[in-house]
């Protein structure tokens, strides 16, 4: 008798191909050499102070970790995460404002003399839909919370310690929206210099690849008719939206491997007798460069046409009901920073190229890092196996682990932003290297 499977559920995906990218990883990061920067940043008194803050404010850092996990609010309705925030920060004299850039749940706090440099720390707090914190933004917020606070902290006692200006930007709705990209438009990061912020995830990392990424909805429309009593009479809009699908499927061949295509026929008609009026497909563009992801774009929005013409069919495409998202563009030199700051954490962020690029999501950071300097550095929170967007990261976000996680993000968000201010070195060879990467581009129009 033949052995079948059970039929009514769907098979194991084989976790080989995850196993061997983990050992790869391993011997990769053993062979890594140690983190060393060419810039002294700001003093090792300052860096004292700093720690003894954090020490000082964990348990509240804590207990906002848990209360915007619990909460787990979505895109643009993050109104009581918002308040938990500004509650925490104006407890200890920082004035907050929100609802700025037309946006109801963006908020806004600063520290330091006022006069210099200018350095933002992006905080996001907006959760995923059904299954909360699944990539972990309440540690993220939590870590933007806990620097501005010791900086703050350093400030009050010396106000020299700390020159220029510290920004704390709460950035609503990440998850799919491009809350950032909305901020940018209406003059969120004028006057900042650079921005800094750090992601939960299962390896602590300083520098990984992170996508750009575009939506496209095409809607087919075509001639209802009887499927049966006179198909010839009809034009199938669900034809053209399976062609276009299966389009997609063979353009992956003919793209760079590190891009993506993925799609869902999201309206696909009504009843099997009628030759369908109406389909719509929604897929995701994403590249590792903006030229990529643009030239990715044309032969998508070629193929969705063409299906329309195979077809007879209408066809309307519309780009980015959500502003775009670019990939992320690091800066080496603030990285550097970064990683030598966790090391005195008992870290070890593993440098770009360790981790398997093909494990790359996006994120609107990437359309800051293209106007001004950035970093976006990843920190261990869960085990490496954990994925992101799924429910046991979730449940990692709420762990010991994700407690600690925040606090020395937090320690090395503030080092990081206070060596920008006080190291004049440091900061011209964050400014020359952001130009000689290309410097900044047009993001709001670079699509048209």
Not at 127 to 132: H, N, T, V, Y
Not at 245 to 259: K, N, V
Not at 328 to 335: G, S
Not at 411 to 425: E, H, N, P, R
Request: proline share 4%; with cysteine.
């Amino acid at each position: 008798m033949n052995d079948i499977r059970d039929l009514g559920h769907p098979t194991a995906p084989d976790e080989s191909y995850l196993d061997e990218m983990a050992r790869q990883t391993d011997e990769r990061a053993s062979r890594a050499a140690a983190w060393e920067s060419d810039f002294t940043g700001a003093p090792e008194a300052s860096r004292t102070g700093i720690a003894a803050a954090l020490e000082d404010a964990g348990d509240e850092l804590t207990s906002l970790l848990h209360t915007i996990h619990s909460l787990a609010e979505t895109a643009f309705v993050e109104f009581d995460s918002v308040q938990a925030i500004a509650s925490v920060l104006e407890g200890h004299g920082i004035d907050v404002d929100t609802g700025l850039y037309g946006v109801d749940t963006t908020l806004r706090a600063t520290t330091g003399s006022g006069h210099g440099r200018t350095i933002a720390i992006l905080a996001e707090y907006d959760a995923l839909p059904e299954i909360g914190h699944a990539c972990g933004h309440n540690i993220i917020a939590t870590a933007g919370v806990g620097a501005i606070l010791a900086l703050h902290a350093l400030w009050k006692q010396d106000p020299d310690a700390v020159p220029g200006t510290v920004v704390l930007l709460g950035t609503p709705a990440e998850e799919g929206h491009s809350g950032k990209e909305v901020m940018a438009r209406a003059g969120a990061f004028d006057g900042i210099d650079a921005a800094i912020m750090v992601h939960g995830y299962g390896y602590d990392c300083a520098d990984q690849v992170w996508l750009g990424r575009r939506l496209l909805t095409v809607t087919y429309s075509g001639i209802a008719a009887h499927a049966s009593a006179q198909p010839f009479m009809g034009r199938n809009a669900l034809d053209a939206a399976n062609l276009f699908y299966q389009g997609l499927g063979l353009l992956r061949q003919q793209m760079p491997p590190i891009s993506r295509l993925h799609a869902v026929i999201s309206d696909g008609g009504t009843r099997p007798s009628i030759i369908t009026e109406s389909a719509t497909v929604q897929c995701y563009v994403r590249s590792k460069f903006p030229e990529t992801l643009k030239e990715l774009s044309d032969r998508v929005e070629d193929a969705a046409k063409g299906a329309a013409l195979m077809t007879g069919t209408g066809v309307d495409v519309e780009w980015d009901e959500h502003p775009p998202s670019l990939p992320v563009r690091t800066n080496q030199a603030l990285t550097a920073r970064w990683a030598e700051h966790e090391q005195t954490r008992g870290r070890s962020p593993l440098p770009g190229g360790v981790l398997d690029e093909s494990i790359a999501a996006s994120t609107d950071f990437g359309n800051v890092s293209y106007r001004i300097p950035g970093i976006h550095p990843l920190i261990k929170t869960a085990d490496a196996e954990v994925a992101l967007h799924t429910r046991e990261f979730a449940e990692a976000a709420k762990t010991p682990a994700a407690e600690s996680a925040a606090v020395d993000a937090a320690y090395g968000l503030a080092c990081t932003a206070l060596d920008f201010l006080v190291d004049d070195a440091l900061a011209a060879e964050v400014v020359e290297e952001f130009s000689r990467d290309g410097g900044a581009i047009d993001v709001a129009h670079y699509f048209d």
